[in-house]
């Protein structure tokens, strides 16, 4: 089915899964830009006029939608959209799920002192490292339960692209 990857905030797996696509000639899907589409507007601004639930229900949606009828190749899922069980069960079934980690530190650095796009629940950046625990704990047990992590604090970005480039033919078109 192909190769789903997720990180928490400021692992920036977009650019990396686009990076990843070019180089591979992998075809991508972005979930976070599919419901900006099909929401009509931004992530954040989503959440803000609709709740944090029309936000869910829209990646639930293309979840359903991709597990069955995409073709192959490189997924790049929002931090929160393997929050439900059941979204994060049928990920594992059918895809390989790569977790792109960053440490809380470096999470929050990268949030304080890059421009990092504003997050749908943290509109501006974190005072604290506190201010992140309850995400990533929330998002902790889909992150624990992937198929392949990556430690991002321990290689550059072009070393993880390298690394990622030469595993996607063992992680194969349908999943691990």
């Known amino acids: ?24 000639g992998l075809p991508l899907i972005e979930v976070d830009r599919w419901v900006e589409h099909e929401a ?18 829209l990646e639930d949606r293309f979840l359903a939608q991709a597990l069955t009828t995409r073709p192959s190749g490189i997924v790049v899922l929002g931090d929160g959209a393997l929050i439900k069980r059941g979204n994060l069960q049928q990920v ?3 895809a390989t799920l790569v977790y792109l980690k960053l440490s809380l530190a470096s999470t929050y650095w990268k949030l304080r002192h890059q421009a990092v796009r504003p997050h749908p629940l943290l509109l501006q950046p974190p005072e604290s490292t506190e201010e992140l625990r309850p995400l990533l704990a929330e998002r902790q047990g ?5 198929h392949v992590t990556l ?23 349908g999943g691990s």
Request: net charge negative; proline share 4%.
């Open 92 to 94: 594992l079934d059918k």
């Open 1 to 24: 089915m192909g190769r789903w990857f997720f990180g928490f905030l400021g692992v920036d797996q977009h650019g990396l899964g686009r990076d990843l696509a070019a180089l591979s």
């Open 151 to 173: 430690d991002l604090d321990e290689m550059t970005p072009e070393v993880a692209l390298r690394y990622l480039l030469d595993k996607l033919p063992q992680w194969g078109p």
């Open 142 to 146: 889909g992150f624990d339960q992937a």
């Open 40 to 57: 009509g507007q931004s992530l954040v601004s989503l959440v803000q006029t609709q709740g944090i639930e029309a936000l869910r229900q």
